[in-house]
């Protein structure tokens, strides 16, 4: 059951999605209790979680806050994490990385962030000032961020909202605005902004504090609020980043991370289909310029260990269909054309970058038969069909599913085939492939 609030919610501030046909309960997704909700709330008291420290601006918690006007459509690139890990990641392949997205048609498709993520620092020096690890980023952040930037590209960047990353490097905890500075400095336009090593740190707080920082730079930046949902690994305070993220930045994670399988968790790991699953209840708190990030694409990383192709395609239409970041983790330079297809397919990324900006949702659950519905500003869908069992199966849906009448005649176009298929009326069957999915868009 999604929690009351979460129902509240989506009554108050989420009118198109209201518009929707009534929402099923969900059935895979364990809620936190009202009880736990209860105890995390009454636990924020900002002061005596930290106690005012002088040489910290103390960020703006007011409700009307709200973020900063970007990533009005979900934000897309290529971040080096899922591939590069820690130890792999140089300056080299971030120069690599450039010249392939820039000429191999992702720029042009909508992918424009460039993500370093963790390990690109060095020590910090003795102002106190971030600097880049010298050995891997020989140039340095600025001539790398004019680099990614002369390609045509935006240049996002890593941080921690902890003394130290989850990779141990140097994170921003008392250094907000003297970091923030140097990003600013150095042309950043993205910053993700993860969790570990925060201590007894209110999430709110933390992440609050950094959006203010970054803002008083005059700089666009989006902010990535990395903090896991209910995730989180160690602390007993489920923050639901959810519930504060919109005022604060322009996407948050709802899950630990995800793994380059189709299902099980391994640790922190998570397989696609558990964090569909944690993802696809959320699609309230999802709109323009504030995201639900189910975390980012493994489609082409280490091709034969993890997903099948048949599962790359739907992984890919299930973060379409739910309006995700588009974060690709692949590496660019030896990307085949299985893997192009896929990331490639401008009608399945017009379906996530849709200008409504609601996330699609399931609505219909036969076990493993599933139909999802997205609404798209002209006013048509996006239609998935939706196989998780390990058979081919034939799916059907009916029209008023989607909130037409089953009468109309509806036009259809599929989405893999990129074949329009006519005005059909009633609504739509299909074979799909075992761990397959069979993606549409209709429009009366
Ligand atoms: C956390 C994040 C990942 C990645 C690593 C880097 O696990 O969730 O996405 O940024 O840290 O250390």
């Known amino acids: 059951m999604v929690s009351a609030a979460l129902a509240a919610f989506a009554l108050m501030a989420a009118p198109t999605v209201q518009a929707q046909t009534a ?254 699953d944690k993802n696809e209840p959320l699609y309230p708190y999802a709109g323009p310029g504030h995201w639900n990030d189910p975390d980012m694409l493994e489609v082409g990383v280490n091709k034969n260990e993890g997903l099948t192709s048949e599962e790359q395609r739907s992984h890919f239409s299930l973060w379409a269909m739910m309006a995700a970041p588009l974060i690709v983790g692949a590496d660019l330079t030896i990307m085949d054309d299985a893997t192009r297809t896929i990331l490639l397919n401008k009608d399945v990324i017009a379906v996530d970058q849709d200008r409504l900006g609601a996330q699609g949702r399931r609505v219909r659950d036969d076990g493993d038969l599933e139909v999802w519905s997205k609404p798209l500003a002209d006013g048509g869908r996006a239609v998935l069909l939706f196989n998780r069992s390990g058979a081919p199966a034939r799916i059907a849906t009916k029209w008023s599913e989607h909130g037409y009448p089953d009468a109309l005649r509806v036009a259809v176009r599929d989405l893999w085939a990129h074949r329009d298929l006519g005005r059909i009326k009633g609504g739509f069957s299909a074979e799909v492939p075992p761990h397959g999915v069979v993606m549409l868009r209709v429009k009366p």
């Open 23 to 276: 929402a099923p309960a969900p059935k895979r997704y364990a809620a936190p209790t009202a009880e736990a909700v209860a105890a995390a709330r009454a636990k924020r008291v900002y002061d005596t979680v930290q106690p005012p420290n002088p040489t910290i601006v103390r960020p703006s918690l007011d409700n009307k806050r709200t973020a900063n006007g970007l990533a009005l459509t979900p934000p897309m690139g290529w971040n080096s994490w899922n591939k590069f890990g820690c130890k792999a990641l140089t300056e080299q392949v971030v120069r690599d990385t450039a010249n392939e997205m820039a000429a191999n048609g992702m720029r042009d498709a909508g992918y424009a962030y460039l993500i370093l993520d963790d390990c690109w620092a060095g020590p910090r020096d003795a102002q106190g000032a971030l600097t880049a690890d010298p050995k891997k980023f020989p140039s340095g952040m600025k001539a790398l961020g004019d680099y990614i930037h002369a390609k045509g590209l935006k240049f996002g960047i890593y941080s921690d909202a902890g003394k130290l990353t989850c990779a141990k490097q140097p994170g921003s905890q008392g250094h907000e605005y003297q970091d923030a500075m140097s990003f600013a400095s150095w042309g950043v336009d993205y910053l993700k902004y993860d969790w570990c090593h925060t201590g007894s740190r209110n999430t709110e707080e933390a992440y609050a504090l950094m959006a203010d920082a970054l803002r008083a730079t005059g700089r666009d930046i989006v902010f990535s609020i990395c903090n896991w949902g209910v995730d989180r690994p160690t602390e007993f305070d489920r923050s639901l980043p959810w519930e504060w993220g919109m005022k604060i930045g322009n996407l948050w994670r709802t899950t630990s991370d995800i793994r380059n399988d189709w299902q099980g968790r391994v640790r922190f790991g998570l397989g696609v289909l558990d964090i569909v």
